[in-house]
């Protein structure tokens, strides 16, 4: 339990710090929130973000791994300074979608190891993808995205993205299949679980129809 009592300290005080990075940003005060930020990174990552964006994201989950297994409180901590970094840029006008790309991939591979974080910062998750813009998403993201959304229930989030997956520009005999494979595994659910997840039986037929039109 210390251990688990320490991450927690940990993600209290780096939700504190995120709220004064953005009362900062609202205040137009950019360079003490980039401050507090960097600082934030340090402490929290034992890292400053040159390193963190120079390393390839697929790279960086590696190095967050242990015996196979990652390091999702670690994973998140980074995803969710990322993220506030991206977003203290934009609103100075410069672009860091590559910063927030990073951040919802580490945030998923956390969410695929840890469910509880999963439900706990959910809402991050939800802010970051509308940060993004879920359309402008590529097709291997969209997919983690799927796949989260039905680990957690949410098959009404899945179905959209679902119809991303499969109209143009991704639409192909791979997406085609993968949204086929869910509809049917969705049927197989009863009625209430259907209704729960925001999608009921007759939407998932009618989801699994359209896959047949040109």
Do not use: C
Request: glycine share 4%; aromatic share 6%.
């Amino acid at each position: 339990m210390p251990i688990k009592n320490s991450l927690l300290q940990r993600f209290m005080e780096l939700s504190q710090v995120r709220r004064t990075i953005a009362r900062l940003k609202d205040e137009g005060s950019y360079a003490r929130a980039q401050a507090v930020l960097a600082d934030a990174f340090v402490r929290h990552t034992g890292s400053d973000s040159r390193l963190l964006h120079a390393l390839p994201t697929e790279q960086l989950i590696a190095l967050l791994r242990t015996a196979e297994l990652f390091d999702a409180d670690r994973g998140l901590l980074i995803a969710l300074l990322l993220y506030s970094e991206a977003e203290l840029l934009a609103a100075q006008g410069e672009d860091d979608t590559a910063g927030a790309h990073k951040a919802l991939q580490l945030m998923l591979e956390a969410f695929a190891t840890d469910p509880e974080l999963a439900a706990a910062y959910q809402e991050e998750l939800e802010r970051l993808v509308r940060y993004l813009d879920e359309a402008s998403l590529s097709a291997p993201l969209l997919r983690r995205l799927v796949s989260h959304y039905l680990r957690v229930g949410r098959w009404a989030k899945a179905d959209d993205l679902l119809y991303l997956l499969t109209t143009l520009p991704h639409r192909s005999p791979e997406t085609l299949r993968l949204a086929e494979q869910v509809y049917r595994e969705l049927l197989n659910l009863d009625d209430d679980l259907l209704a729960a997840g925001g999608l009921p039986r007759e939407e998932v037929a009618e989801s699994l129809a359209q896959l047949r039109l040109p």
